[in-house]
Nanobody, 122 residues
């Protein structure tokens, strides 16, 4: 059973940047896509970005394209989300998932972490 732990969230002003990390422990299979999702208060969890094992392919929600960059370091079993030009509407709890699939949009089928809070002030 793979476990994940997110970190790096915080309070930032609009236009600022944050870098989130997702550390995975346990055996990871190379065929899995890992992904980031987020959930704002009163809203459903939504897809943010995903990346293949090799890092050769990435996908982004339209709302974050050009501002967020997903990456991974397999040697460290860690995935990252660099978030630039943050907006108040990016405020949410951010979660990573070890097995993200393009099913009905994107859904997470693997392990979820506890999430990390990102708050963007205007």
């Amino acid at each position: 059973q793979v476990q994940v732990a997110e970190s790096g969230g915080g309070l930032v002003q609009a236009g600022g940047s944050l870098r989130l990390s997702c550390a995975a422990s346990g055996r990871m299979l190379g065929s899995y896509r890992m992904g980031w999702f987020r959930q704002a208060p009163g809203k459903e969890r939504e897809f943010v970005a995903a990346i293949t094992w090799s890092g050769g392919s990435t996908w982004y929600a339209d709302s974050v394209k050009g501002r967020f960059t997903i990456s991974r370091d397999n040697a460290k079993n860690t995935m990252y989300l660099q978030m630039n030009s943050l907006k108040p509407e990016d405020t949410a709890v951010y979660y990573c998932n070890t097995d993200s699939r393009p099913v009905n949009g994107w859904r997470g089928f693997g392990s979820w972490g506890q999430g990390t809070q990102v708050t963007v002030s205007s």
